[in-house]
Each structure stands twice: as C-alpha cells, then as structure tokens.
C-alpha cells in the first residue's frame, strides 16, 4: 500500500469511529447515570441527604451544599464529572472490537466503576489527596485495603 492507501484507510477508520461514538454516547451517559443513581440509593440508605436534578444532558446530585455535575460533551466526546471537590473527565472510546467505552486514566473503565469515581469526593471530601493519580488534585485515595 502506499502513504495515499495508508491515509485513505486511516480517514475511514477516523469517520467509523466517529460515527460509533455519536452513536453511542447518549447510551454510555445514560448508563452512567443508571449506575449513579444505584450508587446514591445506597447512600441514602447510609444515611447521605442526596438529591439528584438536571436536564437529559446534564444531572446535578447535591449533597448538603456540595455538589456533581455530570454532563455529556458531544463535541469533546466525553463525560465530565464537575463540582465540589471533583474535576475528572471520562473520554468515550471505541475499543479494537468496535466497542464504544468510557477510559479512566488512559484505561477503559466499567460504567459501575465511573460512578465510584465521580461520587466518592463528594461522598468523602475528607479522603481526597493531590498525591493520588500522579499529582492530579480532587480525586479519591483509595485505602490499602482496596
């Protein structure tokens, strides 16, 4: 093959991809948010005051005025996780199987795994560390025994 091959491919690989995660997006950010509001469900049963809100594209859980805002960047491709204590982005992939998937990290991530990640600093605000994740500030230090 030549480099004009080579290009030719590489394009239709780009725009498949594309298309996949377009087409997959809304999908992943509502089982995100499926899996969030498991997580809270516990919560409330442990006794956290939280309450969810938002619009289709964007949710909102309080907690005793702290709070998440969880929103889905088509544009950027990718799930981002704001608010108190909590600063982190899930890019959406596609996988070498076409699979369309959250990363973490560098990492495809579960969508059970997602939610841990965006709840836990604003369940645990007293657990968050700037040493955790190489440095990268508002995220959740896992005990040794994790």
Request: charge should be negative; hydrophobic fraction near 35%.
């Amino acid at each position: 093959m030549s480099w004009i091959d080579d290009g030719i491919e590489e394009s239709r690989k780009r725009r498949e991809r594309k298309k996949l995660i377009a087409e997959n997006a809304e999908g992943i950010f509502n089982g995100l948010w499926k899996e969030l509001l498991v997580c809270i469900g516990e919560a409330k049963t442990k006794g956290f005051q939280l309450e969810t809100n938002g619009s289709p594209s964007t949710r909102v859980v309080n907690l005793s005025g702290r709070y998440l805002k969880i929103a889905l960047d088509k544009e950027a491709e990718k799930i981002t996780v704001r608010g108190s204590s909590v600063d982190v982005d899930f890019p959406i992939d596609v996988s070498p199987d076409n699979v369309t998937h959250l990363n973490y990290k560098s990492k495809s991530i579960s969508l059970t795994e997602a939610a841990k990640e965006a709840l836990r600093p604003l369940l645990f605000p007293e657990l968050i560390t700037t040493e955790h994740n190489g440095g990268e500030a508002g995220f959740f230090a896992p005990s040794s025994e994790e």
